[in-house]
């Protein structure tokens, strides 16, 4: 009789169960690997390409085409007239033609060298183009009655042009200029300088916020539901409501805020928050807190409303007074939720764009790390450089995720 | 120092100090917002009025506060009290500020110092009425900071450029204008096409809900029950996912959308938003799977259901509360989200909410517009959530989300 051993390996009722798993997880692995993963080796690809915003569109060829001279009577000379130049001021084009048709009723007197005729259909072969390069090109044709009745102009058949144009973004042609440029001088510092001191007060910020706040709410009265309601307020609503908000009670001209202060005496003139050096920066991280702040007091609160009632009644049997059980024992059973929140809202406080971008766009020296990318790409027109400081980003992204998984794992079990 | 602090005769007066200050800025901000009018709060007379108020609100018979308090409101009006009234304002606003100053801090005051005596207080008291001011303190400041910038958007959408300008503080409505108030709201929707911004957002969002759900729901319970190798590093590369910057990403999305044509569609949107919120929905929703018992599943299993009818049959009908509180969350992502729109979509015909309200911000546009199409953009998202608050909040929490 052979011994009984436990199966080793994978079953086939195993192999079935991981095939489904990797049936159904088979579409958002798709989708992000075409959202997510692509772009980012996009990124990389591109980080190293001198590409301009104006080489997106890549050069061709642009033909237009008429009839000059009188059309009106049989024997009549004309011309049809191609009109050709190349759309790209710094690309060249490659083996340049293009094919029309002759409508009825024009007979063709003389050909270009370069353009052959087989029964109606013309095609020309124009060579390489310079970039920039534009032409005239002309055939002369003698009028016929079928031209005049049919009505049917050049332009009624359109001419269709082809030429190879290298597309910078898939050529090549590599470069380390925008590494250079991103790296370069004390502009890369300063940016640097500004996204840690937004992110380490933002984050800080909004997690004492939300402490506090989570303190007020954890205990049950009247009215309890409709402030946590409240206070989440200003993360719910559409981010470019609340900083269009921000932007004019701050307004120095008109802003109720400078108003107010004002009046209260605070201030003598009205302060310019969102354009003055290192206020504006000051602001911004203050519009942080205030925007998320709810999130970790949402969070700070389920933890709290879930530690055990006991422990509290043991401290008050000791004689423990609120401040001693605040410290003694509501920090502890805390700081397990308090670390895995700081670490996620210091790497999505590092991410963020968009309040920045709405309140400041990175002037008066808030211009961070994220702003960057877009101020490179797009108000320079420097995809390139943009693509490197997002390759920078992603580097400390990586670093950041590297150390928030060896302490997560030990934190929440993950 | 702190056995300093813990006698009667400090901590009165000293909490008296700082909770006068606090309700006379209070009431001095309200009033302003509310009426335009000069209300100021006064430091030398917080600390005078604090350190009698603070001696008066302490337990005893009850006519001490409540004569400090009328004393205090008569002081105030005379002009020396802790809230400074400026010429021309109306009797009403004034004694209205100056009774709501007096009553609101000796009221907070007699609360704060229950059982404080005028002696050494013992440790528990003294920590008792710090934390009932700190209380007090929080619920006004927190109130405050979140509602003043809603109340100048609601506020300054109702009014025209002049009255704005000539003072900026002036919230009051006059509500003889009738309809002329919602002049801005009416130009948003006749001249600027709000209301297909409105229905372009309302479209996306959906679409992205839907599409959101297909993906995530079989993988979520693909993680949360199946068996297969490399399960744990998919959860993390989730969670690694979440952590990936939008504007990094829409830098070559736009390039993409660039060349292939599919910028300024509609179409390309709604092919990219589901992709930023699949990973949120589908860590939530794994999460709430792990929760649910596998008894059930297996015995349906044993009745010989499959797989998917299983999925469709027992996890969904169980896990309603669940999607219901991911749709929201999902909801509001694809409401709110700015940035993909801004770049992607320039035909106006095309613009969703958030888009449409970025192309106000022009000089030549009056903010009040700006302000409307801000409050158009809020008030769906608010009603929504603020019925469902109980679903947010749980959702939220459920799984730890992205902000």
Avoid at chain 1, 225 to 247: D, H, K, M, N, Q
Wanted: charged content about 15%; aromatic content about 12%.
């Amino acid at each position: 009789m052979t011994e009984a051993v436990p199966p080793k390996g994978t079953g086939p009722l195993a192999r079935i169960e991981a095939r489904l798993a990797w049936g159904l997880l088979a579409p958002t692995i798709i989708a992000v690997a075409l959202v997510v993963v692509l772009p980012l080796l996009a990124i990389f690809w591109i980080s190293f390409k001198p590409v301009s915003l104006a080489d997106l569109r890549p050069p061709e060829v642009v033909l237009r085409e008429d009839i000059r001279g009188d059309d009106e009577a049989v024997g009549d000379q004309a011309n049809i007239r191609y009109r050709l130049r190349n759309s790209s001021q710094e690309q060249p084009i490659l083996d340049v033609s293009f094919t029309d048709r002759v409508p009825a009723g024009l007979t063709v007197t003389e050909l270009d060298p370069r353009c052959t005729l087989e029964g109606r259909d013309l095609s020309c072969d124009l060579g390489d183009w310079e970039p920039g390069y534009r032409e005239n090109l002309m055939i002369p044709v003698t009028i016929e009655q079928a031209y005049l009745d049919n009505g049917e102009g050049p332009k009624d058949s359109p001419a269709i042009p082809q030429g190879k144009a290298s597309n910078v973004l898939t050529n090549a042609t590599f470069t380390l200029d925008n590494f250079a440029r991103v790296f370069d001088g004390d502009e890369f510092w300063s940016v640097l300088w500004v996204t840690l001191f937004y992110t380490v007060f933002g984050t800080i910020g909004a997690l004492l916020f939300g402490l506090f706040a989570a303190l007020l709410l954890n205990k049950s009265f009247k009215g309890q539901g409709i402030l946590r309601g409240l206070y989440l307020f200003p993360y719910v609503s559409p981010i470019i409501a609340v900083a269009f908000a921000w932007i004019l009670l701050f307004d120095p001209f008109s802003g109720s805020a400078n108003a107010l202060l004002i009046q209260m005496g605070v201030t003598e003139q009205a302060i310019n928050f969102f354009g003055e050096r290192p206020l504006a920066l000051i602001m911004v991280t203050i519009f942080e807190i205030w925007r998320y702040f709810p999130l970790s007091f949402l969070f700070i609160l389920a933890r709290m409303q879930s530690i055990d009632t006991d422990m509290y009644e043991a401290a008050d049997m000791d004689g423990a007074s609120p401040f001693q059980k605040f410290w003694y024992l509501s920090v502890p059973q805390l700081l397990g939720i308090l670390s895995v929140l700081f670490l996620l809202r210091f790497i999505w406080t590092f991410n963020k764009f968009d309040d920045i971008f709405l309140l400041t766009g990175g002037n008066a020296g808030t211009r961070t790390l994220t702003v960057n990318v877009y101020e490179q790409a797009f108000a320079i027109s420097n995809i390139g450089a943009g693509a490197a400081v997002a390759v920078v980003i992603f580097g400390c992204l990586l670093a950041f995720s590297f150390f928030f998984f060896r302490f997560i794992s030990q934190e929440e079990g993950l | 120092m702190m056995d300093l602090l813990r006698r009667g005769y400090i901590t009165a007066p000293l909490l008296g100090v700082l909770w006068v200050f606090v309700v006379a800025t209070t009431v001095a901000v309200a009033m302003s917002f509310a009426t335009g009018a000069a209300f100021r709060p006064s430091g030398v007379g917080a600390l005078v009025w604090g350190v009698l108020l603070g001696f008066a609100c302490l337990p005893g018979p009850f006519w001490k506060p409540a004569s400090a308090a009328i004393l205090i409101a008569g002081v105030t009006l005379a002009g020396f009290g802790p809230i400074v009234i400026g010429s021309g304002v109306s009797v009403f606003s004034a004694l209205l500020g100056a009774v709501a100053t007096s009553g609101f801090a000796a009221l907070g005051l007699r609360i704060m110092l229950d059982e404080v005596e005028l002696g050494p207080i013992n440790r528990h008291i003294f920590e008792g009425a710090v934390i009932r001011f700190c209380t007090g303190f929080g619920y006004i400041f927190f109130t405050a900071i979140v509602l003043i910038p809603f109340y100048v958007m609601v506020l300054t959408s109702l009014k025209n450029q002049a009255e704005l300008i000539q003072n900026p503080l002036d919230f009051s409505i006059d509500f003889s204008k009738g309809t002329e108030l919602l002049r801005s709201y009416d130009e948003l929707f006749t001249q600027f096409d709000f209301g297909v911004y409105l229905l372009n957002s309302f479209l996306i969002s959906v679409l992205t809900v839907a599409i959101t759900l297909l993906f995530a729901v079989p993988g979520a319970y693909a993680v949360a029950r199946l068996r297969f190798r490399g399960r744990a590093a998919f959860s993390r590369s989730i969670l690694l996912i979440y952590m990936v910057p939008m504007i990094v990403l829409a830098l070559p999305i736009y390039i993409a959308f660039s060349m292939t044509g599919l910028r300024n569609s509609l179409g390309g949107i709604i092919m990219i938003y589901p992709v930023t919120t699949i990973p949120v929905a589908l860590y939530m929703l794994q999460g709430y799977f792990r929760g649910l018992p596998a008894e059930v599943e297996e015995a349906g299993l044993m009745d010989g259901l499959s797989r998917l009818m299983v999925i469709w049959k027992i996890t969904l009908p169980l896990s309603l509360p669940a999607m219901a509180s991911v749709s929201l969350y999902v909801f509001m992502i694809a409401w709110n989200e700015f940035l993909l729109a801004f770049m992607l979509l320039d035909d106006p015909s095309k613009f969703t909410l958030t888009r449409g309200i970025a192309s106000l911000n022009s000089s030549e546009i009056p903010r009040q517009h700006l302000m409307a199409g801000s409050v158009i953009a809020t008030v769906p998202i608010m009603a929504l959530f603020l019925g469902l608050e109980r679903f947010m909040t749980k959702g939220l929490t459920a799984g730890s989300v992205k902000g």
